[in-house]
């Protein structure tokens, strides 16, 4: 089955990546891939990136995603055009969020962000500290976990939703209990743990396994269902999985078309009518095996660009006899406290 299909005939709902100055990042980490060194930012061609949003018009649910790189390398008053134009000409529900690594949300930022408050959120990259070490920062001086934290802080004042991805890698896979406490004691609501998905040309030593990131997932869900941090702090995917909700997360969806429910925009030239993910997959083919496995309406097969470990599938029913145990109990908190 292609997943090549209908891409064009879904209104209701698109999420349009804006990679407006690529991959330039103003951070090193040493388990991401796509940093490139710092351009020239002159370049930006507004006429072209209005046409190209004036496209989607139609859509009833557009989130614009400025990601990276670091999206906050851009200059503020090209955003500013964009939103002002974005906020006059898509008119249906329009929503906005910053992929950002937390250190350049300086005031120039907070004062246009208090322009656009009610439709911009924050998706701030922010990992426990065990694996700051291999975070690096390249252009700022200072403690980089206070700055971020500090910038946290003062954006929290005037953006409601602020939220933490993290990925869990080699190296922090064991500090993450630590960490969503202190993000519930910061008054953070939202935290969304990624596992790190190498390209596959570049496993390395922050790799680990789907049955790694599984265990992690179990043993954290359990430690947060059993201290009722539920009550408090959000955790992607665990909440979406409890729900029994897979509709916003593309790696448990089962959509043969959920990668094309995004689009990708670098530049004029440059643009994908999916995700950023399967640029370099031409064509794809969801794979019989997962077509015929019976928990295919739940695992959905995950991301069709990653190279799927040898634990993988094994993992996946190991989580999904977890959740369905979990959801069958009912009342979580009576099973996690007897
Ligand atoms: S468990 Fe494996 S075979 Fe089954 S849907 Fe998921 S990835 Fe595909
Ligand atoms: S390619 Fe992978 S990461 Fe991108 S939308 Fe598809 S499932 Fe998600």
């Known amino acids: 089955m292609s997943l090549f299909k209908n891409l064009e005939h879904n209104f209701d709902y698109i999420t349009l990546i804006l990679k407006l100055n690529g991959n330039m990042c103003n951070m090193r980490c040493a388990y991401c891939n796509s940093h490139e060194e710092l351009k020239d930012l002159n370049n930006i061609n507004l006429n072209n990136i209005f046409n190209y949003l004036a496209g989607f018009k139609d859509y009833k649910n557009i989130l614009v995603l400025f990601h990276g790189g670091e999206p906050l390398l851009s200059k503020p008053e090209d955003i500013e055009a964009i939103l002002d134009f974005a906020c006059k000409n898509l008119i249906n529900k329009i929503n906005v969020q910053f992929q950002t690594n937390g250190l350049l949300l300086d005031d ?49 004042g005037i953006i409601e939703n602020i939220g933490v991805i993290s990925v869990c890698h080699k190296y922090n896979i064991n500090g993450f209990k630590n960490f969503v406490c202190s993000l519930k004691e910061a008054g953070i609501k939202n935290l969304t743990i990624n596992k790190y998905r190498p390209d596959i040309k570049n496993i390395n030593n922050f790799y680990i396994s789907e ?30 999985l409890f729900a029994g909700e897979t509709n916003k997360l593309c790696l448990f969806k089962t959509d043969k078309d ?32 997962c077509l015929d496995c019976k928990i295919f309406s739940l695992c959905g097969g995950g991301c069709p660009v990653e190279k799927k470990d040898g634990t993988f599938c094994e993992a996946r029913f190991k989580l999904f006899n977890f959740i369905n145990f979990i959801r069958s109990v009912g009342d979580a908190d009576k099973k996690f406290e007897s």
């Open 211 to 240: 049955a790694e990131y599984v265990d992690m997932l179990i043993d954290l869900a359990s430690f947060w269902i059993g201290q009722k941090l539920y009550k408090k702090i959000n955790i992607q995917p665990l909440n979406s």
């Open 108 to 156: 120039k930022w907070l004062n246009l962000f208090k322009r656009f408050r009610n439709i911009i959120s924050l998706s701030v990259s922010f990992d426990p500290p065990v694996g700051d070490m291999r975070r690096y920062v390249t252009s700022q001086t200072g403690n980089y976990r206070e700055i971020v934290m500090n910038n946290i802080y003062k954006f929290m």
């Open 258 to 289: 959920k990668c094309f429910a995004f689009r990708t925009y670098f530049n004029a030239a440059k643009h994908y009518k999916f995700c950023a993910r399967m640029a370099d997959a031409k064509v794809y083919e969801m794979s019989k095996e």
